[in-house]
């Protein structure tokens, strides 16, 4: 059997355009669980007493946390759908290349938002530039690597760019919370959360870059060309020889999406909650109110006004569980190459799954079942550790 040929110039682009993609696929869903918190009790409203009305354990805020979690997931999946038949149309370079416009203009955009509908809207916006370039970029990938294992390879290893977006988004949320104060004013505030959504812009940079020297897939061009392009129905998914593969992969996947963002994904919110989340946050909080204070008595200048300290006592909060969310991001990224190390010696799919399904279904419940159980502790080493390990297994 002959080697696979070396890689083209245009080939390494559009690996570095899909890995791109991929990572800020991830980049890009992962800011909601880290701004959420605060983005709700800026945009919520205030009350009588200047306390935000959307805060963690609020009804409001409940309904409104659901709301930005599952609606944009729910648009983003219908069109994803829909992703299909665009690519078929209008081919995967256009796009890709336009999905990843859409995602990260939206981004930026819902980094502006002044109510909670526009913020909700981008994010529908997001999900749907991400789902559907996932799907242009499998397409494309697959279409241009033809070579059964070089495309398994070059899938799997682009693909792993995923955690790498999560350990991005993770550390630009510690940086704009660390230097919030000293970014640009938005709407008259130097709040972190629109930083971090704003932050999105940044792959469609290189892709105006790359863009005029990325080609058509070969396959998609040649068949358009000869009048022969079809468009596939969802329906043959459910044929007979397909039926029971994709009903099983199917409910794997809404698992796996069900254990990150329904548990994994929810760490932050539980951590920063005002009055019941982790003692070590919320004395962060407090010690960097304290000291804004201080330094203001120390400079003969009256204290912040209480909108000032609240924002401040935000942005470290926001910095305290950006750290927590890394080790979360580190333990995806270790794993995924830890499980590309193992698929090699383990041949069997199956027993690999269970290597890592199995710790999961352990770890994850009893985790979390800690963790509520030692919010008043100094336990955050433990939980950084701990939520290491479920990253580990199961991203």
């Not at 000293?182 to 105006?208: C, F, K, M, Q």
């Not at 796996?256 to 005002?274: D, E, H, K, M, R």
């Amino acid at each position: 059997m002959n080697a696979p040929s070396r890689f083209t110039t245009a080939q390494w682009l559009i690996c570095i355009i899909a890995a791109i993609g991929f990572a800020f696929d991830i980049y890009e869903l992962l800011m909601l669980p880290l701004v959420i918190k605060p983005a709700l009790a800026a945009l919520g409203g205030v009350g009588d007493n200047g306390v935000p009305l959307l805060t963690p354990g609020s009804p409001g805020f409940v309904q409104w946390a659901r709301t930005l979690f599952f609606v944009p997931a729910i648009v983003g999946g219908v069109f994803g759908l829909l992703g299909g038949y665009l690519t078929d149309a209008l081919g995967r370079r256009r796009v890709l290349t336009f999905s990843i416009l859409l995602y990260a203009g939206s981004a930026f955009a819902a980094g502006l938002s002044t109510t909670l509908w526009q913020l909700l809207i981008c994010r529908c916006l997001v999900f749907i530039g991400v789902c559907v370039e996932f799907v242009a970029a499998v397409a494309w990938l697959a279409e241009l690597f033809t070579e059964p294992k070089q495309r398994e390879k070059v899938l799997g290893y682009t693909q792993a760019f995923s955690s790498l977006g999560g350990i991005m988004v993770a550390s630009v949320n510690l940086l704009v919370a660390k230097w919030a104060l000293d970014l640009p004013a938005i709407h008259g505030n130097h709040e972190a959360w629109r930083y971090t959504l704003i932050s999105g812009v940044i792959p469609a940079l290189p892709l105006i870059l790359i863009r005029p020297f990325l080609p058509e897939s070969p396959e998609w061009q040649r068949k358009r060309d000869a009048g022969v392009l079809r468009r596939p129905s969802p329906w043959e998914l459910f044929s007979p020889g397909l039926a029971r593969t994709t009903i099983v992969t199917t409910l794997l996947f809404g698992a796996s999406y069900g254990i990150a963002f329904g548990a994994i994904q929810q760490l932050p919110q539980i951590l920063s909650a005002p009055t019941s989340g982790h003692q070590q946050i919320r004395a962060a909080s407090k010690a960097a109110q304290d000291d804004a204070v201080a330094k203001a008595a120390e400079a003969g200048k009256p204290a912040p006004a209480e909108g000032a300290l609240k924002a401040i006592g935000r942005n470290a909060a926001d910095e305290a569980v950006a750290k927590v969310a890394q080790w979360q991001e580190m333990g995806g990224l270790i794993g995924r190459v830890a499980f590309a190390f193992v698929a090699v010696l383990i041949v069997s799919r199956r027993q690999l799954f269970r290597l890592f399904q199995v710790p999961s279904l352990l770890i994850v419940p009893a985790l979390f079942w800690w963790i509520s159980q030692n919010l008043n502790s100094d336990s955050l080493t433990i939980v950084k550790l701990g939520i290491f390990a479920a990253g580990f297994f199961t991203v």
